[in-house]
């Protein structure tokens, strides 16, 4: 009834989300229900995943000069590559890399195993912006965005009208044109699996977009929606 934050495997007879109330995914959960799940809220995974690559900057060396220090890589997940982070003078944060399968879906059983490993389902982060310059002025690159987390949700029967989102966050922005922007991180995963899918709601996985400056950062890989409907054949 009421905003919460949740991580882990979770265990419920039933599960009602009010209209209005968000329940945040801190990494990952995965939600056991055995009766019937219904979600008129929202549920979020969004920038819940592997980090962003902090963006370039200019630091001084022991006589005081400035020197450029290239831009971080964002964190890969275990089966994302993170954004590559942008070399000096203006170029753009790469984007993180989607969240991936490698074994076949074809059941619970099998969602229960891979989302299980700590950040197997994440979205990995983005790569940050390259610092730039101007003839008087020293400009910072925008930092890469998270990627997404991971949702499971497996129940006798779900009715989702809210939203369900395991979105990569946005790259961020320099506010100039000198330093260029952060890659977006990459979508999450969400999976639904339930005898009966009475409504599906919006469920989404997007890459986050590019931060804008100089040169702006690229987009973040789409993740993985992933719905079955085990009463149908």
Known sequence: SGDTTISGVKQYRSVVIRSGVTVTISGYAIIKCQGVFINHGTITASGQGAHGGSGGYYAKDATGEYYPS????????????????????????????????????????????????????FGAGGGGGGCGFSNISRYSGGAGGRGGGAIAIVSTSIYNSGIIAANGANGYSTGNDKGSGGGGGGGGMVAMIADTIMNYGSVTAAGGAGGSGRTSGAAGGTGIVFIKELGVM
């Open 70 to 121: 290239a831009a971080g890589a964002g964190a890969s997940a275990i089966s994302g590559v993170g954004g590559a982070g942008g070399s000096n003078h203006g170029a753009a944060g790469a984007g993180g890399g989607c969240t991936a399968f490698n074994v076949p879906l074809n059941g619970p059983s099998v969602i229960e195993l891979t989302m299980s490993l700590r950040g197997f389902g």
